[in-house]
């Protein structure tokens, strides 16, 4: 029989070479527990690692994401300035355009009184003095004056004044007088009234479209 056969049956080989432990089992147990610790010491380092690896990526992410934040927070205030600056802007066009569009409603019903009035008065004499005077023109939130009867012009302004003088007067050299003025509509007397004063001669003069004032032109009204 050969001597694997011997091994491989458990019989007795004569002729081997004898073998013999000779450590101590304590220090087999020793040798065995040191590569336990080892092996403990060497997965204890690696859950280090690893946990130190997670947390650094962890706080890597999270500067990261802070400031992909904070820059999302600058573009956001940035858009929230443009926007504020934008509205302000709307803001401020949409008060100019109100401002140009009352301007042009009360250009197109001005009257500059003082202008409109100086060529009717300078017609009456040094004897004939203004007691009073009324005035009334179109307005922007009311009804035009409109014609008042017929035979009458279309009018824009009317002026009443009281003329006094010391003789009975003669309108018709007013009237004549006043027809030349480009913007004479029409007139009447009203009233003819003897007081201790003299005579009060009540007048209304109607005024048309050319007397008023135009200061703004249609472009300045519309910029």
Known sequence: MSRRDSRETGALVYGGVPRAHLMPPEVALQKKERGRRRGLITAVVAVLAL??????????????????LAAERRTTEQLLASQL???EV???LGQLQSIADVRGELASVEVLWRDALQPYLSVLS???????????????????????????????ATVTMVV???????PYVWYR?????????DASIDSIVRTQRGYETTVTINLNDVALSNRFSEEEVTE
Do not use: H, K, M
Request: net charge negative.
């Open 85 to 87: 600056e934008f509205t």
């Open 90 to 92: 709307t803001l401020v």
């Open 177 to 185: 007088e006043w027809e030349l003025i480009d913007t004479y509509a």
């Open 126 to 156: 040094d004897e004939e003095a203004v007691d009073s005077l009324a005035f009334s023109s179109d307005s922007p939130a009311e009804p035009p004056l409109g014609i008042t009867g017929p035979l009458r012009s279309p009018r824009v």
């Open 51 to 68: 946990t130190v690896a997670g947390v650094v990526g962890s706080f890597l992410v999270a500067a990261n994401a802070e400031a992909q």
């Open 164 to 170: 006094l003088t010391a003789e009975l007067p003669v």
